[in-house]
T-cell receptor
Framework: AQSVTQPDIHITVSEGASLELRCNYS??????LFWYVQSPGQGLQLLLK??????LVQGIKGFEAEFKRSQSSFNLRKPSVHWSDAAEYFC??????????????FGTGTLLAVQP | NAGVTQTPKFQVLKTGQSMTLQCAQD?????MSWYRQDPGMGLRLIHY???????DQGEVPNGYNVSRSTTEDFPLRLLSAAPSQTSVYFC?????????????FGPGTRLLVL
């Protein structure tokens, strides 16, 4: 069965510093992967997604993620963090038949704090 | 388009009470889902629907009922609320795309069961 692990529960970075949030998945075939962001008291907003093709995926707000099959990872990166990036970030994998994304399995999330 | 809307935003129930969480979307999406979010556990799928009249169970379906009589609406029913159902509930929708659906989430309903 598919699963997602986000090893870091909480991360603090300084404003302007680079960011990398880790995501590891478990799935036998090529997975369909997502990153969502949740600001306090808000719903989930899609940052980016990977279905196939180029393993480096660009998203909104200056985020990117790289799919690495050999490491079963889909880490999220941003070169320079802004205070408004403080939020909780969730990685998810398609869990429907054949990895379809009508059902999603989520990681437990990483809470990002940004220091001025 | 309003996207995915959920009502109410907040609700307090007593143990044993029943209620319905409403979810509506105006994007003509075939797929709709309900998730619950608990601290340290991420989001877990409760029930989902691939079209009007078709529903199926997700990861944590016990204590919840759903039906899908129209494309637009996908209500979630708690028949007899329990404190373990205290959570934040999110509804999501997506259009059919050959297994590559992108789910869009509503703002959530915060439920407290006393």
């Amino acid at each position: 069965a598919q699963s997602v692990t986000q090893p870091d529960i909480h991360i603090t970075v300084s404003e302007g510093a680079s960011l990398e949030l880790r995501c590891n998945y478990s799935y036998g075939a090529t997975p369909y992967l997502f990153w969502y962001v949740q600001s306090p008291g808000q719903g989930l907003q899609l940052l980016l997604k990977y279905f196939s093709g180029d393993t480096l995926v660009q998203g909104i707000k200056g985020f990117e993620a790289e799919f690495k099959r050999s490491q079963s990872s889909f880490n999220l990166r941003k070169p320079s963090v802004h205070w408004s990036d403080a939020a909780e970030y969730f990685c998810a994998v398609g869990a429907g038949y054949g990895g379809a994304t009508n059902k999603l399995i989520f990681g437990t999330g990483t809470l990002l704090a940004v220091q001025p | 388009n309003a996207g995915v809307t959920q009502t109410p935003k907040f609700q307090v129930l007593k143990t044993g009470q029943s209620m319905t969480l409403q979810c509506a979307q105006d994007m003509n999406h075939e797929y709709m889902s309900w998730y619950r979010q608990d601290p340290g556990m991420g989001l877990r799928l409760i029930h989902y629907s691939v079209g009007a009249g078709i529903t199926d169970q997700g990861e944590v379906p016990n204590g919840y009922n759903v039906s899908r009589s129209t494309t637009e609406d996908f209500p979630l029913r708690l028949l007899s609320a329990a404190p373990s159902q205290t959570s934040v509930y999110f509804c999501a929708s997506s259009y059919r795309d050959r297994g590559r659906e992108t789910q869009y989430f509503g703002p959530g309903t915060r439920l407290l069961v006393l």
